[in-house]
Structures are given as structure tokens and as C-alpha cells.
């Protein structure tokens, strides 16, 4: 079985600052990794996703992750917060050849300071 | 193009009662997926349909099911409500190639936020 771990629940920087999320994920083979963000009483938006070749990968927003295999981490970096940053971010995994059946994390609620 | 639409937005309902709840895929999009979020359990797969079929199935009771329309359009069902079912239910639809899988990206409704009372 998949599973995601997010480690810290609540993550403040301030605007300006170097954004870090970090998701570990478990999976007896390499899975398709991703990351989504929500906003306040909205869905979920895909911002970056991981599935073969190249490990570090760009989304939108100025966000991108590193796939590190021997690490089994798939952490989340902005170099320079926003406010409109602020919002909780989820990371997922599905098994590879699938991306329909999403694992969740339990979130980070990401508060970015003036 | 529009994007993927729930109705109702918000509902609530009584213990013991059953709910239909709707989902319009992206037009094109023949996989529909549904997920249930709630503060204490998260994000949880409840289940996926392509072209009719029930494709995958999450760790939920049979008071969960679903369909798929030829259209595309999915309902999920609850019946006997219970509290703990109160949770915002998350559609998400993804375009699938003909006999392809591979990751195409799933994306999310806004949700309907149902409560139980």
C-alpha cells in the first residue's frame, strides 16, 4: 500500500522568504508524485506532478519539486513567498500508470507574513 | 473551456437520510473520480468510473456508490446518513486515450460541502 507523509502541518514564512514543504511518500515502486494546492472553499489545483524522466520539476507559480528516489521525498520549494502563497498544500501519490486514484497527505497550511 | 461542476454546493441533511450528489466532467473528460475530505481523516479515494464502469473502489462502506451517465456526468450516492459523513465530497474528472492510462491530470470541482445533522 501507498502512503504520503507530510511532516509539518502548519508552515509560516515570511513574504519573501524561501518556501519549503517536505512530503515522503512509501511505495514498493516508484509512484507518480504530486502536488496540489487548495484555497479557501475551493478545490484542489494540480500545481507541479512527478511520473518519469527528469526528477526536478517545474510548475505553476514559480513552484517546483525534486523527485529523490533514495531519499523517497518529493518536497515542495518557491524561492520567494507571496501572500497570495497562503493557502494548504497537499502532496499525493498514485500507483505509476494511474494518476486517477490519488493517496493524499494530510495537508500543510502554508501562512506567509508581511 | 469550463471547468468541472458540482451541484449542489452545499447541502444538509438529517441522520438516516440518503443524498445524491452530481458532478459534470470538463467537456471531453470520460473519467470522473470522487473524494471525500474531512478534518480528521483527509483526503480519501471513494471511487472512479470511466465509460460507465466503476474502474477503482476506495476503503468505504456500500453505503457509497455511484454511476457514470453516457455523458460523462457521475452521481454519487449515500444512503443512511450518518454524522460522520459529513465532509466536503470532491469530484475531479481526467481525460483517458483510448486504451491509455499513463498520468493524465486530474481536475478538481469545487466541491459540495455536505452536513449531517
Known amino acids: 500500500a501507498q502512503s504520503v507523509t507530510q511532516l509539518g502541518s502548519h508552515v509560516s514564512v515570511s513574504e519573501g522568504a524561501l518556501v519549503l514543504l517536505r512530503c515522503n511518500y512509501s511505495?514498493?515502486?516508484?509512484?507518480?508524485l504530486f502536488w496540489y494546492v487548495q484555497y479557501p472553499n475551493q478545490g484542489l489545483q494540480l500545481l507541479l506532478k512527478?511520473?518519469?524522466?527528469?526528477?526536478l520539476v517545474k510548475g505553476i507559480n514559480g513552484f517546483e519539486a525534486e523527485f529523490k528516489k533514495s531519499e523517497t521525498s518529493f518536497h515542495l520549494t518557491k524561492p520567494s513567498a507571496h501572500m497570495s502563497d497562503a493557502a494548504e498544500y497537499f502532496c499525493a501519490v498514485s500507483p505509476a500508470g494511474s494518476a486517477r486514484q490519488l493517496t493524499f497527505g494530510s495537508g500543510t497550511q502554508l501562512t506567509v507574513l508581511p | 473551456k469550463a471547468g468541472v461542476t458540482q451541484t449542489p454546493r452545499y447541502l444538509i441533511k438529517t441522520r438516516g437520510q440518503q443524498v445524491t450528489l452530481s458532478c459534470s466532467p470538463i467537456?471531453?473528460?470520460?473519467?470522473v473520480s470522487w473524494y471525500q475530505q474531512t478534518p480528521g481523516q483527509g483526503l480519501q479515494f471513494l471511487f472512479e468510473?470511466?465509460?460507465?464502469?466503476?474502474?477503482n473502489k476506495g476503503n468505504f462502506p456500500g453505503r457509497f456508490s455511484g454511476r457514470q451517465f453516457s455523458n460523462s456526468r457521475s452521481e454519487m450516492n449515500v444512503s443512511t446518513l450518518e454524522l460522520g459523513d459529513s465532509a466536503l465530497y470532491l469530484c475531479a474528472s481526467s481525460w483517458l486515450g483510448q486504451g491509455a492510462v499513463s498520468a493524465e491530470t486530474q481536475y478538481f470541482g469545487p466541491g459540495t460541502r455536505l452536513l449531517v445533522l
Open positions: 468510473y470511466f465509460s460507465e464502469t466503476q474502474r
Open positions: 467537456s471531453g473528460h470520460r473519467s
Open positions: 512527478y511520473t518519469t524522466g527528469a526528477t
Open positions: 511505495s514498493s515502486v516508484p509512484p507518480y
